[in-house]
């Protein structure tokens, strides 16, 4: 018999644009406790933590992360390559 996740149960909050701009507005420039601000809006602190987060990045990070995870993955894939000709 498998234990159920109770947290599988409860549904996921779906939130809009300018709702986590107001979120973040709220923590960043009025300076407001992020813990208050996601109390306020009956959301998650670690939710609205990472959105401020995000939203402090320089705006071409997003892009590089996902330049350096595609170069890992070539990396990971010619090291593996190099290893199997290694053997031979």
Same mark, same amino acid.
């Given at each position: 018999m498998e234990a159920e996740n109770p947290a599988s149960k409860r549904p996921r909050n779906?939130?809009?644009?300018?709702?986590?701009? *107001?979120?973040?507005?709220?923590?960043?420039?009025?300076?407001?406790a992020a813990t208050r601000v996601a109390q306020t809006l009956?959301?998650? *602190?670690?939710?609205?933590?990472?959105?401020?987060?995000?939203?402090?990045?320089?705006?071409?990070? *997003?892009?590089l992360e996902q330049e350096n995870k595609h170069l890992r993955a070539q990396l990971t894939r010619a090291e593996m390559k190099r290893d199997i000709?290694?053997?031979?």
């Open positions: 779906k939130y809009d644009a300018a709702f986590r701009v *107001e979120a973040v507005r709220r923590v960043s420039q009025d300076g407001q009956g959301m998650s *602190e670690a939710l609205l933590g990472r959105w401020v987060r995000a939203a402090s990045r320089p705006a071409g990070s *997003e892009a000709l290694k053997k031979r």
